[in-house]
């Protein structure tokens, strides 16, 4: 019997059922193998590892109840914040009662760093103006090249670059940059939390208490590496740079004082070009520099150097101003009188690493007989002026750098 395309057609749709029906049957087979017991049912399992702690102090409540406990970790959602996890981790307490697993402690969950850091960031007066480099897996720090500088004079620029006028076909002398290695190697910044045990049992308020003491804490003594800091462990300050140039005192100036012409001395010897700049003061100069005028015009009239709060249009009402910068007060600084006193400073040229994780380990033992449970923090962070050394300029003597301070008056 012949057959006409139309019934063709419709067998070798009918086969090609077949066929695919076939190759479905096969693959649930293999799939799901019946046998004795065995329910063929798909079924999805909640992995409680993988869910989110509600807030911080949910988190830090677990790594407490870790801590006591000397064993296994029964917090499940502990172990994706464990350094170095072994599945499952045990430790037994010891020395001081410290229960970290592999070499040290729990990493702050994921969704916690950001805020803890940001905030360390924000409520620091200081670096919150420095340049920040963040610093990759698997390194412990970063090189960077930088011109040496040392000289603004022709041949000396950039490191020994140097441009010529000529006419055509002229011999010229070849030159090329000069250059030296920023090396930051991180460093450890540790904190310590007590926290009472009725505090730890109210998840909320131990949040609060942990956002807002642990960052500031963290702020304040990063401001003060960045200022005052000896490169030993920790961040080479501003103070113990080499590139920081020391304004001389007026002759016969009184100790403990501030006059104007310190003042225009240091605006004086600020590399002008790199553009930033802040005063940081210590308090105690608040007084001195609401009296500092300059006199302008013919008729002896006199201006204020410092402009009170509210009364410029450049930052606002929080901060007053001198020469056209921002004049913030800082504990950091050091008392009247003394060098470090008052700063003028490019932040600009300061650069920061760090790793951007922070570490959380508890002890219950450190605080036992007062119902304290310690929490131990660790960031990893260095830091140090770009400048090595303070230049001389194209034209004069006076030498020039972005951080500038002034002799101390004795």
């Known amino acids: 019997m012949e057959l006409d395309a139309k019934q063709l057609e419709q067998i070798a749709q009918t086969v090609t059922a077949v066929m695919d029906k076939k190759i479905a049957d096969e693959k649930v087979e293999r799939k799901f193998t019946p046998g004795a017991g065995v329910d063929n049912k798909v079924t999805v399992t909640k992995d409680e590892g993988d869910q989110p702690f509600e807030n911080l102090g949910e988190y830090l409540k677990a790594v407490s109840k870790a801590g006591s406990s000397g064993a296994t970790i029964r917090e499940p959602r502990l172990r994706r914040c464990v350094d170095g996890a072994i599945d499952p981790v045990t430790k037994a307490p010891s020395g001081a009662g410290e229960t970290v697993p ?159 012409n310190n003042i225009l001395k240091m ?62 007060p800082i504990e950091q600084c050091q008392t009247l009188g003394t060098e470090g006193d008052i700063i003028l400073v490019d932040l600009n040229e300061y650069i920061i690493g760090d790793k951007g994780g922070i570490n959380a380990a508890s002890s219950i033992h450190v605080s036992f007989t007062t119902d304290q449970t310690a929490f131990r923090w660790i960031y990893r962070v260095n830091g140090q002026p770009v400048w090595a050394s303070y230049v001389t300029p194209f034209k004069g003597s006076n030498y020039l750098s972005p951080y500038i301070t002034l002799q101390t008056r004795s």
């Open 102 to 260: 592999s070499d040290g402690a729990f990493l702050v969950a994921q969704e916690f760093i950001p805020n803890l850091i940001n905030r360390m960031w924000n409520t620091g007066l200081v670096i919150s103006k420095c340049k920040k480099q963040p610093v990759g897996p698997n390194f412990n720090g970063f090189k960077i090249p930088a011109i040496d500088e040392t000289s603004r004079a022709n041949g000396s620029r950039w490191g020994g670059v140097q441009a010529y006028w000529g006419a055509e076909a002229s011999t010229i002398t070849s030159s090329k940059p000069k250059f030296r290695q920023i090396s930051v190697e991180l460093q450890k910044l540790f904190g310590l939390l007590y926290v009472t045990d009725e505090l730890l049992e109210d998840s909320v308020a131990l949040e609060g208490y942990a956002n807002q003491w642990f960052p500031m804490e963290f702020g304040f003594k990063l401001d003060d590496a960045v200022i005052n800091g000896d490169g030993a462990g920790k961040p080479l300050g501003i103070m113990n740079s080499p590139a920081r140039y020391a304004v001389t005192k007026e002759t016969n100036q009184q100790a403990s004082t501030l006059v104007t």
């Open 267 to 328: 605006f004086q010897h600020f590399y002008a070009p790199a553009g930033g700049g802040v005063w940081f003061i210590n308090q105690e100069l608040l007084p001195s520099l609401a009296t500092l005028t300059i006199p302008i015009g013919t008729a002896g009239a006199l201006a204020m150097l410092y402009q009170l709060p509210g009364n410029n249009s450049v930052v606002g009402t929080q901060y007053g101003t001198m020469l056209n910068k921002p004049v913030i």
